[in-house]
């Protein structure tokens, strides 16, 4: 099956840079939010980027034109109706996507990919809120989408193989690599990643260096192309937090314990860079 349409559920920072790249790729996309200021700022979004490859010289103001012409917004699920593939990047939340995935079950036709964005919830349970568990599947894109060449495909108990199929080629036409895991929490990515992230923030709870000096050792010392305190900030303290505690109760083993500095300055609002403060304080 060719994909021709794809609905994006979420015009946040990950959502808008989904839709981006398939536009880019020459699919239609419907993006879609609840609120139409949410997509217009998701549009806006995606028009700096490709202002910033035109200037560049990546891309030519008329090819700006033709993948902008490509996107479509929406704030009405039914639009789902249309698409081959719906990829929603929501809130990370397992009772709104469950209802979300039942709806979009119910509005799809039946040859429609339901895939899910999702940094850490069990692609199973996504896909038990519908009747077509065969074709869902776990489409995890990293930020920033249209830099980061890695797709995290994430196979569910039930998905079908030519399911994968499909995805893997769409994530190849999208000009990113996927990488084919199992569904268990954090999959591979945040699994590693995370526990990384959460370890830097108990050397600064523990005293051990300031969010500066631990940065500057995993820069310099292992070639990271950002601290972890940085990272941390860039994907959202809330997130970190949230996903530690999806490895902590999926794995129940203390070595996944969220440290209490970032639980800290979750219940303080610092969420990172999108609050204006994290480790880091943003203008
Ligand atoms: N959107 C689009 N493009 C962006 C961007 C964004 N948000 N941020 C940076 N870029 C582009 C820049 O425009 C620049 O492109 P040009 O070559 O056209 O100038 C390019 O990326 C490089 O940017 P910079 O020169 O400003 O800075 P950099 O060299 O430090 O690169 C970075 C920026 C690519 C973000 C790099 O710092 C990096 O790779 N950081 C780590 C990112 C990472 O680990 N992401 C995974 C997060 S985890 C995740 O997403 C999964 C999850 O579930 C939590």
Not at 7 to 35: C, E, N, R, T, Y
Not at 49 to 70: C, D, H, I, W
């Amino acid at each position: 099956m060719e994909i021709k349409k794809v609905m994006v559920i979420g015009a946040g920072q990950m959502g808008s840079g989904i839709a981006q790249v398939h536009a880019m790729a020459g699919m239609k996309v419907i993006l879609h939010d609840l609120k139409e200021e949410v997509v217009e700022r998701g549009l806006a979004q995606i028009t700096k980027n490709l202002t910033r490859q035109v200037e560049k010289n990546r891309m030519t103001e008329e090819e700006k034109q033709t993948a902008l012409s490509q996107i479509e917004l929406s704030t009405d699920l039914q639009n789902a109706s249309e698409v081959d593939i719906v990829i929603e990047a929501a809130i990370e939340n397992m009772k709104i996507k469950s209802q979300l995935f039942t709806e979009l079950d119910q509005i799809a036709p039946a040859h429609t990919i339901l895939a899910t964005n999702t940094s850490s919830l069990p692609i199973t349970e996504i896909a038990a809120a519908t009747t077509r568990p065969e074709k869902v599947i776990g489409m995890h894109f990293m930020n920033p989408v249209p830099v980061m060449k890695l797709v995290e495909v994430i196979r569910g108990l039930a998905t079908a193989d030519e399911v994968y199929e499909v995805v893997r080629a769409l994530s190849m036409k999208l000009g990113k690599t996927p990488v084919e895991v199992n569904d268990f929490p954090g999959f591979v990515s945040n699994r590693i990643l995370m526990p990384m992230i959460n370890e830097a923030i108990f050397t600064v709870y523990e005293g051990v260096a300031t969010p500066e000096a631990v940065d500057e050792v995993m820069k310099l010392g292992m070639n990271h192309p950002m601290g972890p305190l940085t990272l941390a900030d860039f994907i959202g303290l809330d997130t970190c937090l949230y996903i530690m505690e999806t490895l902590h109760e999926g794995f129940g083993d203390d070595k996944y314990r969220p440290c209490p500095l970032l639980r800290k300055y979750v219940k303080a609002g610092w969420l990172g860079k999108k609050t204006g403060r994290g480790f880091y304080q943003y203008e």
